[in-house]
């Protein structure tokens, strides 16, 4: 990346934040420190053979048969990332044995136990060339202070000198296992779950959103924060796109596992790929059509079709509506609401022949915006709050609008209104992993900017998030389009799948 691309990228201000505290960070520790129990259990040791005077032996079948990580704890490592770290904890294993001693040929098992376990191992979080969170390196020490064995069988006592000698091989070996074992869980396993994160994503057949990280995320001692582009685009063209000038949201707590917070520019850029799509137009005709609206329209017009064509008095009446440019939100402490303007057309639609506009009006509309999150979606109910219509032709034809006010607003709450709550209620994924959801969630409105607050829950355990993770990267991987490789993460999620089908694809 040259140096003015840089600067350009550093200056591009965040749509969307995101900070993980210390709190999310203790609920996190607990997976983390199963995950790596699993992966230490999973460590392969290799057969032990060899001679010890008159001692010929065979070490096979080494197995991990319990971990005690009494003493973990995951935390923040200012401008690196996570260290995961674990102190003065046991090991036990179990072995089986093949010893050849002058004539005498004894087997049996060996329960081994290694005190004294330190593992401290710091993960490196980066944006990669994508905008994805990736942990780019990982720093890993391991120490087994010591480890001791106790033989079984008829001359498990006889044996007891050996041990010394075996238990200081097996410290050796299993010292040098356990860091390369977590490297592999981290850079494939961990960095395959973030995978799953959306980065550009479709929210339906219209629009997607950019998830992007704008820069490297941001380390404290008391959090990890990360700044995301936040930004909506048109399918069609997905480089036109909406500027961002609007206050950059500010995250000031800690109190809660996560917070969420979300500028004016990304509820904006989300109207303008709409209006880009065409989305806020509707056509109100037949039974869409109140009748008592229908009624004081032709009233309200009946000059002007008379002076048309008296033949146009029974002919159907309709309303054409189309957002003339992209609504705007504004946020302040007392709430959000969005801006739209329309141009109204006045059909009349004679049987057999092209409509006829009788008149043309603007409608300003003012909405209440209320943000939810539930689980991993962000969904934004609207009210109409103010209604305003005038005449684009004269300031006359504004005033004979007056009694069209209320029946008009009426049809806007039962039309118009559930059309755009109707994209918007469905709400958007927000960049967590899978299987991990917000709870217990407070939305606070700031001067520009939303902040959510939430706890942190977890549906599947890190194990099972990676196992998925694994699985999703063979639809990424495919060949598809967006919306077709949607459906199959879709159908493997919820096991729509038959079995044979949910196995090849899916891969469990």
């Known amino acids: 990346m040259s140096l003015v691309s840089s600067i350009m990228a550093a200056a591009e201000p965040a749509g969307c934040k995101i900070r993980i505290t210390d709190k999310g960070l203790e609920m996190l520790k607990f997976e983390t420190q199963r995950f790596v129990e699993e992966e230490i259990s999973n460590i392969s040791m290799p057969e032990m ?27 923040f490592i200012p401008e690196v990332g ?61 120490r087994i202070s010591k480890m001791k064995a106790k033989f079984s069988g008829t001359l498990g006592k006889v044996y007891d000198f050996l041990a010394s000698f075996l238990t200081t091989g097996m410290r050796f070996i299993l010292n040098q296992k356990i860091c390369p074992a977590l490297d592999h869980a981290a850079l494939v396993h961990v960095n395959s779950m973030l995978e799953t994160i959306p980065v550009k994503t479709e929210v339906d057949r219209f629009i997607g959103i950019d998830y992007s990280l704008i820069d490297d995320p941001l380390v404290t001692s008391r959090s990890l924060d990360m700044n995301f582009r936040g930004m909506f685009f048109e399918l069609r063209d997905p480089n036109d796109t909406l500027v961002n000038t609007a206050v950059e949201p500010i995250i000031r707590d800690y109190d809660r596992m996560v917070y969420l917070a979300l500028s004016e520019f990304f509820f904006d850029s989300g109207m303008f790929a709409y209006h880009k799509a065409e989305v806020f137009q509707m056509h109100i005709i037949n039974e869409k059509m109140p009748k008592d609206l229908e009624m004081l329209l032709r009233t309200t017009y009946f000059g002007v079709i008379m002076m048309m064509n008296p033949a146009l008095m029974d002919a159907p009446m309709s309303l054409q509506l189309a957002v003339n440019a992209p609504p705007k939100t504004t946020i302040k402490t007392s709430g959000a609401t969005v801006l739209m303007t329309a141009i109204v057309k006045v059909m009349v639609l004679p049987p057999g022949q092209p409509p006829v506009q009788l008149s043309s009006l603007t409608m300003e509309t003012k909405f209440n915006a209320k943000v939810s999150v539930k689980g991993k979606r ?81 549906s599947k355990g890190l194990r099972e998030m990676i196992s998925g993770s694994m699985s999703l990267s063979k639809i990424l991987n495919l060949k598809l389009p967006l919306t077709e490789k949607a459906l199959l993460i879709d159908e493997c999620v919820s096991s729509k799948l038959n079995q044979s089908d949910h196995f090849k694809l899916c891969g469990t």
Not at 107 to 118: F, K, M, Q, W
Not at 126 to 142: H, M, S, V, Y
């Open 378 to 458: 962000l969904a934004v109910h609207a009210d109409l709050r103010r209604f305003k219509i005038y005449s684009n032709q004269s300031a006359l034809e504004s005033l004979a609008l007056i009694p069209l006010q209320a029946p008009l607003k009426t049809m806007l709450q039962m039309s118009v209104v559930p059309l755009i709550n109707n994209w918007t209620k469905r709400g958007v994924r927000i960049p967590l992993a899978d299987g991990m959801d917000l709870i217990e969630e407070v939305v606070e409105y700031h001067n520009g900017f939303i902040v959510i607050g939430a706890n942190l829950h977890f």
């Open 82 to 142: 996570l260290m995961f770290d674990v102190q003065n904890s046991s090991i036990t294993l179990s072995f089986h044995r093949r010893i050849l001693y002058w004539f005498f040929y004894d087997t049996g098992n060996i329960n081994a136990s290694a005190e004294g376990v330190n593992i401290n191992t710091a993960l490196n979080l980066i944006r990669d060339d994508e905008g994805r969170l990736k942990i780019n390196n990982i720093t890993c020490d391991a």
């Open 49 to 75: 053979r060899g001679k010890e005077g008159r001692f010929q032996y065979t070490i096979t079948d080494v197995k991990i048969t319990e971990l005690n990580l009494t003493h973990a704890d995951l935390r």
